[in-house]
C-alpha cells in the first residue's frame, strides 16, 4: 500500500552538502523546491533509478550547526565494490567508524550525519 520515497537531512551549507553527496556517494540532483530566501530543498537520486530519494532541506534562517545530539538514526548505501569506496571514503578523510568485523563503515557528513557503508 505505501512506497518509500524520501529521507530528509536538514543541511547548514547546501553548496557544501550538494558536493560532498556527489562526491562521496555518486549523488546527483532529481528534483527540488526553491523557497525564494527562505528555504531549498534538493533531492537526491542514485543512478540505479531507485525510488528512494535524499532530500536535503537548507533553512535561512538556521545559522548555527544542527544538535544532532545522541540519535543513532543513520543512512545506509550499498556498493558493489566495497574495497573501491572505501579507498575514495578514505583518500576524502570521511570515515569516523569501522567496523571490520561486521564488514562495515561510516561516513560523516559535512553536518555531522553518519551514512552507513556496506557490501551489495
Same mark, same amino acid.
Not at 537531512?9 to 555518486?26: G, H, I, P, Q, T
Not at 555531522?112 to 557503508?117: H, N, R, T
Given at each position: ?17 550538494? *558536493?560532498?553527496?556527489?562526491?562521496? $556517494?555518486?549523488?546527483? +540532483? ?7 530566501? !527562505? /528555504? ?21 534562517? *538556521?545559522?548555527?550547526?544542527?544538535? $544532532?545530539?545522541?540519535? +543513532? ?7 558493489? !565494490? /566495497? ?38
Amino acid at each position: 500500500m505505501f512506497k518509500f520515497a524520501h529521507s530528509n537531512l536538514n543541511v547548514l551549507d547546501l553548496e557544501r552538502s550538494l *558536493k560532498f553527496y556527489r562526491d562521496a $556517494l555518486d549523488l546527483h +540532483e532529481v528534483g527540488g523546491i526553491d523557497g525564494g530566501d !527562505d /528555504f531549498k530543498i534538493v533531492y537526491l537520486g542514485d543512478s540505479f533509478d531507485s525510488h528512494h530519494k535524499l532530500e536535503l532541506t537548507w533553512l535561512a534562517e *538556521k545559522t548555527t550547526p544542527y544538535e $544532532l545530539g545522541d540519535n +543513532e538514526s543513520h543512512i545506509a548505501f550499498t556498493t558493489k !565494490d /566495497f574495497a573501491a569506496a572505501h579507498a575514495r571514503h578514505e583518500k576524502m578523510g570521511c570515515i569516523c567508524y569501522e567496523n571490520k568485523d561486521m564488514g562495515i563503515y561510516f561516513i560523516e557528513d559535512p553536518d555531522g550525519y553518519w551514512l552507513e557503508v556496506l557490501p551489495e
